[in-house]
Structures are given as structure tokens and as C-alpha cells.
């Protein structure tokens, strides 16, 4: 117990120290892919296993949740309604691209064209590793595919995104008119939390998409609900990095082989493909090309609309349209997973 306190405490104070080197430097999410990098490096040379404590990761999903909801404005809803069946067959072009290379990539490797596919898609890991079982895909391979797409996008899409938009030094995503911590949003998160971990095994992420959903219908509901404050923020970031940074490991990496460069360059395509279509998206829209670029990225929701805080995006919508794509693969894909069954099976 102690020793595990002791290992947790110095993630935390490694993360900080890389953390500090990258506000120093400017560089992009320096919250996340700064303890991400410290904890990776620490992984590779400690013996001993590192692990984030649950209950921390929780809450900081949690607080990451609420001010992604806190972003919420009455122009939200006006701003993604219109757009959203555009999005929405953006959407279903970019999976299908990630499918189809999915396909050349077990082509090239000789591997079961399930493994590729699901490999591909810009989904959850947990999700995906899920769906490998049930489709007997090799369960090994599609994790770590998702863990080479996880470092491709959290690297090249904020580094790209800082390169193309400018850099606000404000904290973006704290609202304009940001209201102090009070106990009514207290006791809110606590029951939040409360509801999240309640449906943990009903719903996906639910200490993220919970208190996303709640807070943003008080605050389209003109409730009043306080933001996070910046230093809880930064913490619940700091967190949420050690635990991306744990979860990338050198020996999976090394597991792939070859193949892992082979789908590292998938990944880059996707990614540039995908901000192809988010200009695209821009122009038949009255979205920045920010906004539109990060909502189409092959990411996890929190991870860019943490992104778009900092590049001046829209963090609510690119949130917004986030969720509405993990909606669809999480919900519909599986069916249609299941109906390729068949056809994979085939020699």
C-alpha cells in the first residue's frame, strides 16, 4: 500500500516536471501529453508495475466531463441541429475509409480481415477489444493497433491543430462568463458521480458522458452551474495522462512487429483525410475549420474538445459531434460487425 502511494506520488511529481517543460516550450496539451510522455518513459525503465489509482481517474474524468458541459451555450444546439446529418455522412465516409484500410492492412500483414477492421476503427479500445472476441479477431493485435492510433492522434492532431490556428493564452475552456465554485455544483458532481458509477457497467465512459450531458442541459436550461476551477482542471488533466501514458507500453508496441509502422502510416492517412473532410465540413457549415477539423479527428471526445480549448475551437460542439460518433460505433456498428461475420469468415 505505501509503496504503491509512493509510486503514485512520484508519476504525479515526473508528470509535472515534463508538464512544466512543455508550458515552458509551448508545447500543445502540455496537461495531457506531458505526464503521458513522463509516465511512458517511467514505465519503460521501472521494474515494478505502475498503476493509476481508480477513484482519482474517476473524479477526473468526471470534473474533465463537467466543463466540457460547462462550455454549453443556448448557440449550441442552433450551431450542430442544422449540420448534423452532413456530420453524420461524414462520419459514416470517414468509418467507412478506416474499414476499408482496415481491409488492405490484414491483406498486406496475411491477417484475419476482422482484426484489421476493428483495428481501424476510431473507436474505444475497451469497445473494440470487446467486439475482436466476439468476432474472434486476435484480440492482442487490435489492442495494440488502437494503441498506436492513441499515440498517432494525441501527438500529430494538437501539434497540427497549434500549428493551423492560433493559440489563445486564455484558458479556453473555461466560459466567458465563468461562475465560482459554489455548493450547489458540489453536491451536483457528487451526484453525478453517484449516477455514474451506478450505470459504470450500463454505459461507456459514463463519468465523462454523465456529467457532459447533465451540465449541459442546465446550462441550455439557463440553470446556473459553476465551472471547474483552472487548478482542478489541470489536475483532472494531469490524471487523465498519467493513465494514457500507462496504458501505451514499448513491449506491446514491439508485440506488432512491422506491423505497427505499417498502421502507424494508416493512421497518418486517416488523419489526413479526416482534415480534408473536416475543411470540407467547414465550408457546408458555418463551423470554423477548427472546430469542424476536430470534430471529424480520429480521437477520443475528451482529448479533443480539451484540444479545441486551446486552439480557440468551439469545445461544446466538437464535444457534441464527438459523442454523436461514439454513439453510432458504440450502438450501430455491432450489428453491422455481426453481419461481416460471415463474409470475414471467408478464405
Known amino acids: 500500500?505505501?509503496?504503491?502511494?509512493?509510486?503514485?506520488?512520484?508519476?504525479?511529481?515526473?508528470?509535472?516536471?515534463?508538464?512544466?517543460?512543455?508550458?515552458?516550450?509551448?508545447?500543445?496539451?502540455?496537461?495531457?501529453?506531458?505526464?503521458?510522455?513522463?509516465?511512458?518513459?517511467?514505465?519503460?525503465?521501472?521494474?515494478?508495475?505502475?498503476?493509476?489509482?481508480?477513484?482519482?481517474?474517476?473524479?477526473?474524468?468526471?470534473?474533465?466531463?463537467?466543463?466540457i458541459g460547462a462550455t454549453f451555450t443556448s448557440n449550441t444546439l442552433s450551431k450542430v441541429i442544422p449540420y448534423f446529418i452532413p456530420f453524420l455522412i461524414i462520419t459514416l465516409l470517414l468509418i467507412y475509409l478506416c474499414m476499408k484500410s482496415g481491409e488492405l492492412l490484414a491483406k498486406y500483414a496475411n491477417m484475419e480481415p476482422s482484426t484489421g477492421v476493428l483495428g481501424s476503427i476510431?473507436?474505444?479500445?475497451?469497445?473494440m477489444v470487446a467486439m475482436s472476441e466476439s468476432m474472434?479477431?486476435?484480440?492482442?493485435?487490435?489492442?495494440?493497433?488502437?494503441?498506436i492510433r492513441l499515440m498517432a492522434v494525441l501527438f500529430l492532431v494538437p501539434l497540427m491543430a497549434s500549428f493551423m490556428f492560433a493559440q489563445t493564452d486564455a484558458q479556453q475552456m473555461q466560459t466567458d462568463t465563468a461562475i465560482a465554485l459554489n455548493g450547489w455544483t458540489v453536491l451536483l458532481n457528487l451526484l453525478l458521480?453517484?449516477?455514474?458509477?451506478?450505470?459504470?457497467?450500463?454505459?461507456?465512459?459514463?463519468?465523462?458522458?454523465?456529467?457532459?450531458?447533465?451540465?449541459?442541459?442546465?446550462?441550455?436550461?439557463?440553470i446556473?452551474?459553476?465551472?471547474?476551477?483552472?487548478?482542478?482542471?489541470?489536475?483532472?488533466?494531469?490524471?487523465?495522462?498519467?493513465?494514457?501514458?500507462?496504458?501505451?507500453?514499448?513491449?506491446?508496441?514491439?508485440k506488432a512487429g512491422n506491423f505497427s509502422?505499417?498502421?502507424?502510416?494508416?493512421?497518418?492517412?486517416?488523419i489526413m483525410i479526416s482534415t480534408v473532410l473536416g475543411y470540407i465540413f467547414a465550408i457546408m457549415s458555418d463551423l470554423s475549420f477548427a472546430t469542424a477539423m476536430l470534430s471529424l479527428a480520429p480521437g477520443g471526445l475528451v482529448e479533443m474538445a480539451i484540444t479545441a480549448g486551446e486552439v480557440g475551437a468551439d469545445p461544446s460542439?466538437?464535444?457534441?459531434l464527438q459523442l454523436v460518433r461514439l454513439l453510432f460505433i458504440i450502438l450501430v456498428?455491432?450489428?453491422?460487425?455481426?453481419?461481416?461475420?460471415?463474409?470475414?469468415?471467408?478464405?
Not at 474472434?136 to 494503441?147: E, K, M, R, S, Y
Request: aromatic fraction near 14%; charge should be positive.
Open 333 to 347: 456498428l455491432p450489428f453491422i460487425f455481426k453481419k461481416m461475420t460471415s463474409s470475414f469468415s471467408k478464405p
Open 224 to 254: 446556473p452551474v459553476s465551472d471547474v476551477p483552472v487548478s482542478l482542471y489541470h489536475v483532472a488533466q494531469l490524471s487523465i495522462g498519467i493513465h494514457l501514458g500507462l496504458s501505451i507500453t514499448i513491449s506491446d508496441i514491439k
Open 122 to 127: 476510431p473507436g474505444g479500445l475497451s469497445v
Open 1 to 67: 500500500m505505501v509503496r504503491n502511494i509512493s509510486y503514485l506520488l512520484f508519476m504525479y511529481a515526473a508528470s509535472l516536471v515534463i508538464t512544466g517543460l512543455f508550458l515552458l516550450f509551448h508545447f500543445p496539451l502540455p496537461w495531457i501529453l506531458g505526464p503521458l510522455i513522463a509516465v511512458f518513459i517511467l514505465n519503460w525503465l521501472i521494474k515494478e508495475p505502475l498503476t493509476q489509482n481508480k477513484m482519482i481517474l474517476n473524479i477526473s474524468f468526471l470534473l474533465t466531463g463537467a466543463q
Open 317 to 320: 460542439i466538437v464535444g457534441s
Open 193 to 222: 458521480f453517484g449516477i455514474a458509477y451506478l450505470l459504470r457497467y450500463k454505459i461507456p465512459a459514463p463519468y465523462v458522458l454523465i456529467p457532459m450531458l447533465a451540465i449541459a442541459s442546465l446550462k441550455l436550461l439557463s
Open 136 to 147: 474472434n479477431a486476435n484480440t492482442g493485435l487490435v489492442a495494440i493497433f488502437h494503441t
Open 261 to 270: 509502422w505499417i498502421f502507424f502510416l494508416f493512421t497518418c492517412i486517416i
